[in-house]
């Protein structure tokens, strides 16, 4: 399942791996040290631009960031801290309402927010919300 609205883009992740060996990702990419590897079911279809590898978000306290390239419907987020083993069933916000991922991400980017919310493809069902 996919929301997206003006202020919120998340889903719920597809999996959760322990990752400290193997490879993974187009360009089989190696994870950088022993960690977990959250697996969403966004990719570049849906929106989610390559240039995004790298980048840093925080979800609910846990410092997590983009790994590697996406691929047509997944990416790829890399955290270090085991608090997500712990995330069953959790919805991943990209972002919201409450923070400022979404300025951030378009600084990474060097574009500007309405770039990355237009990216995002007509397969992202749109959830309207009046306020």
């Known amino acids: ?11 719920f992740y597809k999996a959760i791996l322990n990752c400290n060996f193997g ?3 187009y360009g089989l990419h190696h994870a950088p040290e022993e960690g977990f590897l959250l697996i969403l079911p966004l990719g570049y279809a849906d929106g989610i631009q390559f240039n995004f590898n790298g980048f840093p978000l925080k979800i609910e306290d846990v410092q997590v960031k983009f790994l590697t390239r996406p691929s047509m419907d997944l990416c790829y987020l890399w ?3 085991d608090k997500v083993k ?9 972002w919201d309402h409450s923070n400022d991922n979404l300025q951030l991400l378009s600084d990474h980017n060097q574009t500007i ?4 919310l237009t990216a995002i493809s007509s397969r992202v069902p749109r959830d309207y919300v009046l306020e």
Do not use: D, P, R, V
Not at 1 to 11: E, F, N, R
Not at 113 to 116: A, L
């Open 79 to 81: 955290t270090e801290g």
């Open 113 to 116: 927010t309405y770039q990355i």
């Open 1 to 11: 399942m996919l929301l997206i609205s003006k202020k919120c883009l998340a889903c």
């Open 23 to 25: 490879a993974f990702g």
């Open 86 to 94: 712990h995330w069953k069933n959790k919805k991943i916000s990209l």
